[in-house]
Nanobody, 124 residues
Framework: QEQLAESGGGSVQAGGSLRLSCPAS????IGWFRQTPGKEREGVAT????????HYADSVKGRFTISHDMANQTVYLQMMNLKPEDTAMYYC?????????????????????WGQGTQVTVSL
């Protein structure tokens, strides 16, 4: 089973940008999720690599972009106009089987392989 390893987290001021990376070559679906202490993990953005279809949480639409670089076999999460409420541990997750229920695209329980996480901190 391919191991996932996120990178690209860091500390930025509000309004700044970061790009997270997740090398993954064997999965059909890659998602970015985030979690803060005391809260449930939530879906941020996912991509169906073969269909090039993306899904976003309402809270990040227009600010975050998920993409897949075929040459590097890497999924990116470009985060723009970051806000303090975006502060969280961000996880890359993957799924191989087809996912037909659109309600599951941002559901952490639908993804079986996880990275260790990368911290994103946004300050005022």
């Amino acid at each position: 089973q391919e191991q996932l390893a996120e990178s690209g987290g860091g500390s930025v001021q509000a309004g700044g940008s970061l790009r997270l990376s997740c090398p993954a070559s064997t999965y059909a679906y890659i998602g970015w999720f985030r979690q803060t202490p005391g809260k449930e993990r939530e879906g941020v953005a996912t991509i169906n690599i073969r269909a090039s279809k993306m899904h976003y949480a309402d809270s990040v639409k227009g600010r975050f972009t998920i993409s897949h670089d075929m040459a590097n076999q890497t999924v990116y999460l470009q985060m723009m106009n970051l806000k303090p409420e975006d502060t969280a541990m961000y996880y890359c997750a993957a799924r191989a089987p087809p996912l037909y229920d659109y309600r599951k695209f941002l559901d952490p329980s639908a993804f079986g392989s996880w990275g260790q996480g990368t911290q994103v901190t946004v300050s005022l």
